[in-house]
C-alpha cells in the first residue's frame, strides 16, 4: 500500500490517513503449531484446550475443525458433540512462547513500533520502517513469506491507515491471505460491515444495536455522537469515529501487564469452603512464585468466583504498600473469598490474582495460560 491520496481535512487527519499499520495473524496458531510438530495431526480436526469430558474450552481449533463449527471459547465437551473424531490436544505454551519470539524476531526487522495482542497477532506501524520501503503491503507479504519459511506455519495481514480496519482486514481472507483497505475504501468499507464484525463490539452490544436498528456501519453512521452517548455511554466517541473509518489509536510499542493472576476450573463443583480455602492457599502460592521471578510487586488482590450457574462475582483488596508475599496475599485472599457465597453455594472456577504493580512488566500477556487450568 502505497498513499498518494490527501484528503481536504486538517493538518492533524492528513497524518493520520498517511499512516501505514499491518495486523499480523496467525493462522489457527497453537492447532498449526500441533499439526506441525506431528505430522499425522495434518489434514485432520484437532482441538488445543482441554479434555472433551472435562469442563475445558477450545484455546484454538484447526480449519478442518472449524469446517465443523467448532471455535475458541467453545466448551470442548460441544466440540467433541460436533464433531467426535477431533483430536484434543493440551496446550504447550511453552512451544507456542518459543515460535511467537521467532515471529516477533521477524517483525523486528522491518520495524520496533510493534505492538504485541498475543502470542499469536500484533500490529506493526510501517510508516517509517528499517527497509524504506513506501509499500507497507509489499512489507506485510515479506513478513508473511519469512514466518512461513523460518516457522513452517501459515499467517494472515491486514494492511491499512489505523488499528481498526487492518486487524479487521486480516480476517477477511484467512487462512494464508493479505488484505488491503486504503485511504480512499475507508468509509465506504466500514459502511458495509456488519456490526457483529466490528473489533470491540460483543454479542450483547451487537444484540442491543440491533434493537436500535444499527445492522452495519451504515447505520452507525446516521447516529449521533449525542444519540451514542445516551445509548452506550464512553463507548460513543470510538463508535462515532469507526463508523467513519477514524481510529486514531496509536500503534503502541510496549504493553504493560496489569494484572497477575492464578485460577481454575474445577471438574465438579465445590462446594466444601475447606476444599476452596485448599484450593486458593496453591494458586496463591503458584502466583507468589511467578511473582518473584518477575520481581513484580502490586497492591491490589482480587479473587474471582464462578458459581455452577455461571454467575460470576469479585472481591478486592487495595493494600497500602506493594507486596509479593504468599502469606500477606493469602490472608486477604481467604477474607475476600469467605465474603462471597462460596460454600454455601456451589463452585466451578475459583481465582486469586495481583494488580496495580508497582514496577509494572513490559511483557506479552498469555491470558489463556490462566483460563485454561482445568483440575482433574
Given at each position: 500500500?502505497?498513499?498518494?491520496?490527501?484528503?481536504?481535512?486538517?493538518?492533524?487527519?492528513?497524518?493520520?490517513?498517511?499512516?501505514?499499520?499491518?495486523?499480523?495473524?496467525?493462522?489457527?496458531?497453537?492447532?498449526?503449531?500441533?499439526?506441525?510438530?506431528?505430522?499425522?495431526?495434518?489434514?485432520?480436526?484437532?482441538v488445543v484446550g482441554g479434555r472433551p469430558d472435562s469442563r475445558g474450552v477450545v484455546a484454538a481449533a484447526s480449519y478442518e475443525a472449524r469446517e465443523y463449527g467448532i471455535h475458541s471459547a467453545m466448551p470442548c465437551s460441544q466440540a467433541y458433540r460436533l464433531c467426535p473424531q477431533t483430536i484434543f490436544i493440551r496446550p504447550r505454551f511453552e512451544a507456542y512462547k518459543q515460535i511467537s519470539?521467532?515471529?516477533?524476531?521477524?517483525?523486528?526487522?522491518?520495524?520496533?513500533?510493534?505492538?504485541?495482542?498475543?502470542?499469536?497477532?500484533?500490529?506493526?506501524?510501517?510508516?517509517?520502517?528499517?527497509?524504506?520501503?513506501?509499500?507497507?503491503?509489499?512489507?506485510a507479504q515479506e513478513i508473511r513469506k519469512r514466518i512461513f519459511e523460518r516457522t513452517g506455519l501459515t499467517a494472515s495481514a491486514g494492511v491499512s491507515y489505523n488499528k481498526f480496519l487492518a486487524k479487521t482486514a486480516s480476517d477477511i481472507n484467512k487462512p494464508n491471505g493479505i488484505k488491503v483497505i486504503l485511504p480512499e475504501e475507508?468509509?465506504?468499507?466500514?459502511?458495509?460491515?456488519?456490526?457483529?464484525?466490528?473489533?470491540?463490539?460483543?454479542?450483547?452490544?451487537e444484540q442491543r444495536m440491533h434493537t436500535?436498528?444499527?445492522i452495519n456501519g451504515a447505520d452507525l453512521k446516521t447516529k449521533s455522537l449525542q444519540f451514542l452517548s445516551e445509548k452506550f455511554g464512553k463507548s460513543a466517541d470510538?463508535?462515532?469515529?469507526?463508523?467513519?473509518?477514524?481510529?486514531?489509536?496509536?500503534?503502541?510499542?510496549?504493553?504493560?501487564r496489569k494484572s497477575l493472576g492464578n485460577e481454575s476450573t474445577f471438574a465438579d463443583d465445590i462446594d466444601d469452603?475447606?476444599?476452596?480455602?485448599?484450593?486458593?492457599?496453591?494458586?496463591?502460592?503458584?502466583?507468589?512464585?511467578?511473582?518473584?521471578?518477575?520481581?513484580?510487586?502490586?497492591?491490589?488482590?482480587?479473587?474471582?468466583?464462578?458459581?455452577?450457574?455461571?454467575?460470576?462475582?469479585?472481591?478486592?483488596?487495595?493494600l497500602n504498600h506493594a507486596t509479593d508475599n504468599y502469606d500477606q496475599i493469602f490472608n486477604v485472599a481467604k477474607r475476600l473469598l469467605l465474603n462471597t457465597d462460596a460454600g454455601k453455594r456451589k463452585v466451578r472456577l475459583l481465582g486469586v490474582s495481583?494488580?496495580?504493580?508497582?514496577?509494572?512488566?513490559?511483557?506479552?500477556?498469555v491470558q489463556l495460560e490462566l483460563d485454561l487450568q482445568i483440575e482433574n
Open positions: 500500500m502505497q498513499y498518494n491520496v490527501l484528503y481536504h481535512r486538517s493538518k492533524s487527519q492528513i497524518v493520520f490517513y498517511m499512516r501505514k499499520i499491518i495486523h499480523v495473524d496467525m493462522d489457527a496458531f497453537y492447532a498449526s503449531v500441533e499439526q506441525k510438530d506431528n505430522p499425522s495431526l495434518r489434514g485432520r480436526p484437532v519470539q521467532q515471529i516477533r524476531e521477524i517483525f523486528n526487522e522491518f520495524t520496533d513500533s510493534i505492538e504485541p495482542l498475543s502470542l499469536d497477532e500484533a500490529y506493526l506501524d510501517v510508516t517509517e520502517n528499517k527497509l524504506n520501503q513506501v509499500s507497507a503491503t509489499i512489507i475507508g468509509e465506504e468499507f466500514v459502511a458495509t460491515l456488519p456490526i457483529g464484525k466490528f473489533y470491540g463490539i460483543g454479542k450483547a452490544t436500535f436498528g444499527i470510538y463508535f462515532y469515529k469507526i463508523a467513519r473509518g477514524i481510529d486514531d489509536r496509536e500503534v503502541k510499542v510496549s504493553r504493560k469452603i475447606d476444599l476452596l480455602l485448599e484450593k486458593l492457599a496453591k494458586q496463591t502460592q503458584n502466583l507468589a512464585q511467578t511473582l518473584e521471578k518477575r520481581e513484580l510487586q502490586g497492591k491490589t488482590i482480587t479473587v474471582k468466583v464462578k458459581y455452577d450457574n455461571f454467575q460470576q462475582i469479585t472481591r478486592s483488596k487495595t495481583l494488580s496495580s504493580f508497582t514496577d509494572e512488566e513490559i511483557l506479552l500477556a
